[in-house]
């Protein structure tokens, strides 16, 4: 029953994205069609923004995985002696607004000619992005790991077997966990990118102005914006099973 | 971590050095002296942070209420309820346009909404949707830290003799206090900082703080962006003071 009461909004999402014609109070649309369909494909802007979204996102994912990797690893093996400051840097871009780090980063970005580039999109979600990969990262990281890496340097692996043999598989679930939330929190930007991308519109800002103007292109533009990630959640749950 | 250091260090110089530096280029304090006299300033950090303290604390109660009620149940009624998480805010404020926007599917449903919750002044329908987010996450720190070793614990406090509300107070609560106070405070800083909820079912007046500096932006462009990154970092101070002081407040009531 509660979770019925948490899932059934999203469906009318649904009907209402192939609602041609639906006027209160009727509970049903009076005319199914593909209008907001059309209009979305006609409209280079939707489409675009859309990319845009995805490869911005899939970017920031890759580079915040790689970034984060040896500050996790200090930080899950407990390798700091003072590790509090650290935490402190890693708390504030989630607290602090991100249309304040976007408004701040935009003086920089318009010196360097970054402002409404994908390279500036990237550079700001990164930003936000970067400390929910170390923090969720580091918890994959431990004695565990720490232990199997060591058998296998006795057994005569080289770094790089070891790489993808034992330490890859081993931080499978933290790996697929904080690729999901980076993929998530990029995705939903929405001040960060319109501060310092709006004229490289991502996906929310082209959605946003339609929620007034035209619900069934809302609707649709919804449901382009939710698929890739329902998408990235399933296959975190694939691929994110321990091995071990 | 230099990365990160040179990002967010360079976005807090650059959003200072906007708020002194106008477009016309002389250095003054014209933007903050113009914002802290601003009468719709005040409305706003009013209006904001009554938002923010009904988001957290509504989130929160509700949040232990249905962890108490699902702790046990199977993985289909969590996952339903965990079903909000993953989904991006500004798709959740959609949603409640066309549910409960005025001729919206609730309207339809009931024959007529009680109170208007689109649009409305009080910032109701804010509220509802942070809810509606907020406390599924919530939810899913508490029934994490809700374990088969939290199990135990009041199993053997039942052994003991200790009443419910004896083990609610003394096992259950001291486990799952941390996961609820850091928590409630993302979702604190994420409610005062966030704009695209209030921009699809906010009033148009007030406005919440980054509402206020878009809307200074779009509005002059001159001295707007100063003004626009003052009130900004006005909302950044106000986020790490908010968790400078849950934290403390953890701590003493930990007795540390």
Redesign the interface.
């Known amino acids: 029953m509660i979770g019925a009461l948490f899932a059934l909004p999203f469906v009318a999402l649904v009907v209402q994205a192939f609602a041609d014609i639906w006027r209160a109070p009727a509970l049903l649309p009076q005319e199914f069609g593909l209008r907001a369909w059309d209009a979305v494909v006609r409209s280079s802007g939707a489409i675009e923004a859309l990319i845009n979204s995805v490869v911005v996102a899939v970017v920031v994912t890759g580079m915040a995985l790689a970034l984060a990797w040896p500050a996790a690893r200090v930080l899950g093996e407990r390798r700091l002696r003072h590790p509090g400051p650290v935490f402190v840097l890693l708390a504030m871009p989630i607290l602090v607004p991100p249309f304040a780090i976007g408004t701040g980063l935009t003086q920089w970005f318009i010196r360097l000619g970054l402002t409404d580039t994908l390279i500036g999109l990237v550079l700001a979600h990164l930003t936000v992005v970067l400390p929910y990969a170390v923090l969720v990262l580091l918890s994959g990281f431990g004695p565990a790991v720490r232990e199997l890496e060591d058998m296998a340097r006795a057994s005569g692996l080289s770094p790089r077997q070891r790489l993808m043999w034992v330490t890859l598989p081993g931080l499978r679930p933290a790996l697929a966990v904080s690729a999901f939330l980076c993929f998530l929190v990029s995705w939903s930007q929405y001040g960060l990118s319109l501060a310092v991308g709006a004229g490289r519109a991502t996906l929310p800002i082209v959605l946003l102005p339609f929620v007034r103007s035209d619900p069934q292109i809302a609707a649709l533009l919804s449901l382009l914006f939710i698929a890739p990630a329902l998408a990235a959640l399933f296959v975190t749950v694939r691929v994110g099973r321990s091995p071990l | 971590?230099t990365?990160?250091?040179v990002?967010?260090g360079?976005?807090?110089?650059?959003?200072?050095?906007?708020s002194l530096r106008p477009l016309d280029g002389a250095t003054s304090t014209a933007a903050w002296r113009q914002l802290l006299s601003d009468p719709a300033f005040h409305d706003t950090i009013a209006f904001t942070f009554r938002i923010t303290l009904a988001t957290t604390g509504i989130s929160a109660l509700a949040a232990v209420a249905?962890s108490l009620?699902?702790r046990n149940s199977g993985a289909?009624?969590r996952?339903?309820?965990s079903?909000?998480v993953?989904?991006?805010?500004?798709?959740v404020?959609?949603?409640?346009?066309?549910?409960l926007g005025p001729?919206g599917?609730a309207?339809?449903?009931l024959?007529g909404l009680p109170v208007d919750l689109v649009r409305d002044e009080a910032g109701i329908g804010i509220v509802a949707v942070y809810v509606?987010k907020e406390a599924?996450f919530l939810l899913l720190l508490l029934l994490a830290a809700m374990g088969d070793d939290l199990h135990k614990r009041e199993a053997a406090a039942a052994v003991l003799g200790a009443s419910p509300l004896q083990s609610l107070r003394w096992v259950t609560w001291p486990a799952v206090r941390g996961p609820l106070i850091v928590g409630s405070?993302?979702v604190a800083?994420y409610v005062?900082?966030?704009?695209?909820v209030p921009?699809?079912v906010g009033p148009n007046y007030p406005t919440t703080?980054?509402e206020y500096?878009?809307e200074a932006v779009q509005g002059d462009l001159i001295t707007g962006?100063s003004r626009?990154?003052a009130a900004?970092?006005l909302?950044?101070a106000a986020?790490?003071a908010l968790?400078i002081t849950a934290v403390h407040f953890a701590r003493d009531v930990e007795g540390g």
């Open positions: 971590m990365t990160l250091l990002l967010f360079g976005a807090l110089v650059g959003a200072g050095l906007t249905l009620l699902l289909v009624p996952a339903l309820v079903l909000p993953p989904v991006p805010h500004l798709l404020a959609t949603v409640a346009v066309l549910w001729g599917l309207d339809r449903i024959g509606y599924p405070i993302i800083a005062l900082g966030s704009f695209e921009l699809t703080l980054s500096a878009f962006e626009a990154a900004l970092l909302a950044a986020a790490v968790a």
